[in-house]
């Protein structure tokens, strides 16, 4: 099997998600320089859009291709990095488990994207875990956090952070990262995706996507394959202590006392999950205070963004609805980006604690609402802006977010202001073209307040900076609404680059973004599985 790459079409030629078969099939055998009778199977590894000249955006393609005479084509192409043999990507079990074990079965809390994929690969390899969630099931999960959304009603236990699917459930579902895979964990991802309904595009497209409503369906379908496989789904099972016993796991305790025994603890709780960051803290479980950002959700007319990427090509339905990333580095020496970038979205209250308010960004597959919205979030240490306690990351992300709250009225409307006010420092009294998509709804204000300082000016000076990538990214009538403050973790609880267990608790797993390990849906799912492995392999101590 071999790999050819960057074989370019020009947009004009595509009719649907990519070209016609027949079509990339004749750029494949003209880079290739073969007759038609030598290709035996041709299949779309991987397509990417070249949008950098707007007039004249290509398709860029991946394939995997079954020729006649391999060799002699590695040969003539042996200086070229765009043909060569193409790697195995398929997922390889590690271990499985023993027949006769009398060990506890592993516990694995949390259960996001890694534990998902943390659960799904021990119960493929026979172990059998016991997964507890704090929260509810997806669907009882979405009639709660739709409460907040329309009734102003926050459930602590049930909302955006807290429940199956974890935080990614609510969101534009993205399914990319910038992450090292050299053993190809995320296609295993993608292809248990796709086995739970994930449409196939979701394979090959550069920027996948699902989209929340399909999520749901995914969720529940990935939960009962762990069931038929043996394994134990708790739902509203808060762990309110480990136990440890001259370092070593030894169990769990819930919240109404229930203790479960187990030597192989995966943690997977999640970057909002700060109770159970402060128990592990005073069990003497190792943690550092980590970077993490805090801003705005910032939104524009969709049509504008699509405009300013792709010129007369905007609204092309092969396209859909453009995105963007940005990156500013202010006077001042922050970093002001770009994060989750939401086309054709909404803005959603994302709040789990009483008395805070937290924003966050969601799409429909579709991608087809009136604005786009993406965080602009600047770059924050620990050394520098909340040093000392390890927990005090934590703190500070309370303190804006309760800040934001009173802004906003107490009743957790968000506070919010036009672009152009923002950038002149005056307050907003009525909103302009622009309406925003946060419910419970936003209250206009002056933001310079409701971020420290230095946020503040950094941002400042960030958005007319944006505007010469993005035409109108300074579009006085936007609107910025506040606060962003759950970009990742505020902590990492560290783990042995080996074992990857906790470096002073032997049987605690950490993984994903709670963990400090991974940032979206796809690189937590990825250390679950890498998570999923260690823990099999240190059970069965017996490799495949």
């Known amino acids: 099997m071999l790999r050819a790459s960057e074989i370019k079409l020009p947009l004009d030629n595509a009719t649907s998600l990519h070209h016609e078969p027949e079509v990339i099939k004749a750029a494949l055998l003209k880079k290739l320089g073969i007759p038609a009778s030598d290709l035996i199977s041709m299949a779309i590894f991987k397509r990417g859009v070249d949008a950098r000249k707007s007039h004249a955006i290509l398709f860029v ?10 060799d002699k084509i590695l040969a003539k192409f042996k200086k070229d990095p765009h043909v060569k043999v193409a790697p195995d990507t398929s997922y390889h079990f590690v271990a499985k488990a023993p027949e006769a074990s009398k060990a506890p079965r592993p516990v694995i809390v949390g259960f996001g994207p890694a ?17 507890l969630e704090r929260g509810k099931s997806v669907r009882e999960r979405t009639k709660d956090t739709w409460a907040l959304w329309r009734k102003n009603v926050l459930n602590p236990e049930s909302n955006v952070q807290f429940g199956e699917g974890g935080a990614g459930t609510f969101s534009d579902g993205k399914l990319y990262s910038q992450i090292k895979d050299p053993k190809h964990y995320g296609r295993k991802v993608l292809h248990e995706f796709v086995k739970a309904g994930a449409p196939e595009e979701i394979l090959y497209v550069s920027h996948p996507h699902i989209g929340t ?4 369906g995914m969720v529940e379908e990935m939960r009962q394959n762990i069931i038929e496989l043996g394994g134990e789904i708790r739902f509203q099972s808060r762990v309110d202590d480990i136990e440890i016993e001259n370092g070593q796991v030894q169990g769990v305790v819930l919240q109404n006392g229930e203790r479960i025994a187990t030597n192989h603890l995966v943690l997977a709780v999640g970057h909002s999950a700060r109770d159970t960051f402060e128990m592990i803290h005073k069990r003497g479980i190792y943690i550092d205070a980590k970077p993490f950002s805090i801003g705005f959700r910032i939104e524009h007319p969709q049509s504008l963004i699509d405009h300013a990427r792709f010129g007369p090509n905007a609204q092309h339905p092969v396209l859909g609805a453009a995105d963007y990333k940005l990156v500013h580095h202010a006077k001042n020496g ?11 979205g909404t803005v959603v209250a994302a709040a789990s604690e009483e008395g805070r308010v937290v924003t966050n960004g969601m799409s429909q597959y579709s991608r087809n609402e009136r604005n786009a919205n ?8 620990p050394e520098k802006d ?3 306690d ?7 992300q309370r303190k804006w977010e309760a800040r934001a709250f009173e802004l906003g009225g107490k009743n957790y409307q968000a506070p919010g202001q036009l672009i152009g006010d923002f950038i002149n420092g005056k307050p907003s009294t009525e909103f302009g073209t622009v309406q925003p998509s946060y419910t419970p709804g936003v209250h206009l204000t002056d933001l310079s307040t409701a971020l420290p300082e230095y946020a503040i000016t950094a941002i400042r000076e960030a958005l007319p900076a944006f505007a010469k990538q993005i035409k109108g990214f300074d579009l006085p009538d936007g609107v910025l609404t506040g606060v962003e403050t759950r970009t990742s973790s505020p902590i990492r609880i560290k783990r042995d680059d080996e074992t990857l267990q906790s470096i002073n608790t032997k049987g605690l797993y950490p993984t994903g973004e709670g963990a400090g390990y991974a940032g979206g849906i796809l690189s937590a799912a990825v250390d679950g599985i890498k998570i999923a492995e260690a823990v099999a392999l240190n059970i069965s101590n017996v490799r495949i």
């Open 61 to 70: 393609y991946t394939l995997d291709v079954e020729v006649k005479n391999e």
């Open 390 to 396: 390890p927990l005090a990351g934590m703190e500070f």
């Open 213 to 216: 409503f399909r999520l749901v």
């Open 115 to 131: 534990g998902i994929f943390a659960a799904l690969i021990l119960a493929q390899s026979g172990f059998k875990p016991i997964v």
């Open 334 to 344: 922050r970093s002001v980006y770009s994060f989750c970038m939401c086309p054709g």
């Open 374 to 381: 993406a965080g602009i979030v600047v770059g924050i240490d």
């Open 386 to 388: 909340y040093p000392g």
